[in-house]
């Protein structure tokens, strides 16, 4: 909504420049000094409409990532499908070279609030796939050191130019704080997934995995960008969940037939969350 | 690496950002200070007794500007300078604020638009962003904003000065502002907002010409 209107309002804008235009004295100094002005913000506009395009492009593209790896659990082949996301994952990665390649030589800060969404989608789709292999956090250094591009998929004569600085994208400790506060959502739908699946281990897993991270938020507490704060509510619901759903596991995991688990874990989760009210 | 050195890490690089924000704060309550100090010398253009005195008011100004540019030149240190709008939020304010100052002292010495250049000449920083830290173009247009609400301030405590003229230069300045303004296409952001007052101030000149012209002060006066 609001972007249709900011698309929409130029145009009148530039309507009634022009009616005006005609009019108007264009040799005076303020009015060229308005045109260059006029070039330089829709310089500037331009780029930001190309990097919240492609961000979203990203958007799009982990959360179909993170969707894949939910079949993981339910799949016979899992290196399969973790193949498939590298590859989607790896697609990804291209766009986020064409963020890098828009923000060459531009201060990365002036439109971080374009892409933001985006990367943050892409850490959670990242660290996600991390987790389900290696069942550990994936640090900030490792994504980033994958998100640095060569050039040389661009033809060998722009190799020749631009060969001398490599392509980076850095990601930023507070896109990776959100992401990862993002993760434990998807962490908790995996868990419920596996219960489903009659997988006894994993939940077991997930819920220290779970817990670990939101140690590590609460040691960050509040002096982290105000999103951090509002996010850790939300793990803070997660945890519980997953605790619980350990917990059932726990006490009436050997009385139950493995086929009736998910019925007792869904009426479970379907209660009042207890940890409400008390955060 | 563990979840919990991970943690620590990324606590590390926050709490230094911390740092970096609060020595900034600290920076930029000075400058606000100068710079409320420049506009109470230039308030007093709107009194009476203070129209004759408009070039010693704008001398006062510019030496007061010596400290602002000393004050920027010491928020330049705080932050590595490739990061600019990672904290522009903290002196958006105030920079804006300074441009308009600087307008409104060259408005009253030659009644003619400040350029960037010369903006970011008196408030010592740069222009382009290349080139260190600098007047970004959305805060030196909301400085000129700024202004123009200053001047239809100014119209109107200028007729009861007694002061006919000056209404009417004042009018064919924001009249050519206000083309200028209309050759942006400006996007939904703070700017386009405050772009959107400027018509009132332009309405606000124009009733008091009009006030002027239909008594025949304006022809009085000998300009029109």
Not at chain 1, 131 to 141: A, D, F, G, K, M
Not at chain 2, 196 to 208: P, Q, R, S
Request: aromatic share 8%.
């Amino acid at each position: 909504m609001n972007r249709r209107e900011g698309e929409g309002c130029p145009r009148r804008n530039a309507d009634a420049a022009q009616d005006r235009d005609a009019g108007a004295n264009s040799s005076s100094p303020v009015i060229a000094a308005f045109k260059v002005f006029q070039q330089e913000l829709d310089t500037k506009h331009d780029k930001h409409e190309r990097l919240v395009k492609i961000s979203r492009d990203v958007t799009i593209e982990s959360k179909r990532t993170i969707f894949l790896l939910h079949r993981v659990t339910s799949v016979p082949n899992a290196e399969d499908i973790l193949q498939e996301a590298e590859v989607k994952l790896d697609a990804v990665r291209q766009k986020i070279g064409q963020i890098a390649e828009e923000l060459r030589g531009e201060d990365i800060f002036q439109f971080h609030r374009a892409f933001t969404p985006g990367i943050q989608e892409y850490v959670e789709a990242v660290s996600f796939l991390h987790y389900i292999r290696h069942r550990s956090l994936i640090s900030l250094e490792e994504i980033n050191a994958r998100l640095v591009f060569g050039t040389a998929e661009k033809g060998t004569a722009e190799e020749l130019q631009t060969d001398g600085p490599v392509l980076t994208f850095q990601v930023t400790p507070s896109d990776y704080l959100l992401g990862v506060a993002d993760l434990t959502g998807e962490l908790m739908r995996m868990c419920i997934s596996s219960v489903g699946n009659g997988d006894i281990d994993t939940p077991f897993q997930l819920s220290q995995f779970l817990r670990q991270i939101h140690d590590g938020f609460s040691y960050i507490g509040n002096t982290g960008p105000y999103e951090v704060s509002k996010k850790l509510h939300t793990l803070r619901q997660s945890l519980g969940k997953v605790e619980d759903a350990c917990y059932a596991l726990r006490v009436r995991g050997s009385e139950i037939p493995k086929h009736m688990l998910a019925d007792v874990f869904s009426s479970r989760s379907a209660l009042p969350d207890p940890e409400e009210g008390v955060v | 690496m563990s979840v919990t050195e991970m943690f620590s890490y990324i606590q590390g690089s926050l709490s230094a950002d911390q740092d970096v924000r609060e020595e900034i704060r600290k920076v930029v309550q000075t400058l606000e200070q100068a710079a409320r100090e420049i506009l109470t010398v230039l308030q007093s253009v709107h009194q009476p007794s203070g129209f004759k005195e408009i070039p010693s008011k704008c001398a006062k100004a510019r030496e007061l500007f010596c400290t602002v540019r000393t004050q920027l030149g010491e928020l330049k240190t705080k932050f590595p300078v490739e990061q600019y709008y990672r904290f522009h939020e903290h002196w958006r304010f105030v920079l804006q604020r300074l441009a308009f100052l600087a307008a409104f002292v060259v408005y009253l010495e030659t009644e003619t638009l400040v350029v960037r250049e010369e903006v970011a000449k008196i408030l010592g920083i740069q222009v382009v962003r290349e080139k260190g830290f600098h007047l970004d173009v959305e805060d030196y247009l909301a400085g000129v904003l700024i202004m123009a609400s200053e001047l239809s301030r100014l119209a109107v405590n200028s007729v009861t000065a007694g002061d006919y003229t000056r209404p009417l230069r004042i009018s064919n300045f924001i009249n050519e502002l206000d083309s200028g303004f209309r050759l942006l296409n400006l996007k939904n952001d703070p700017l386009r907002k405050r772009y959107d007052g400027l018509k009132y101030d332009v309405k606000k000149i124009e009733e008091v010409v009009y006030d002027l012209s239909i008594r025949g002060l304006a022809k009085e006066a000998g300009d029109k």
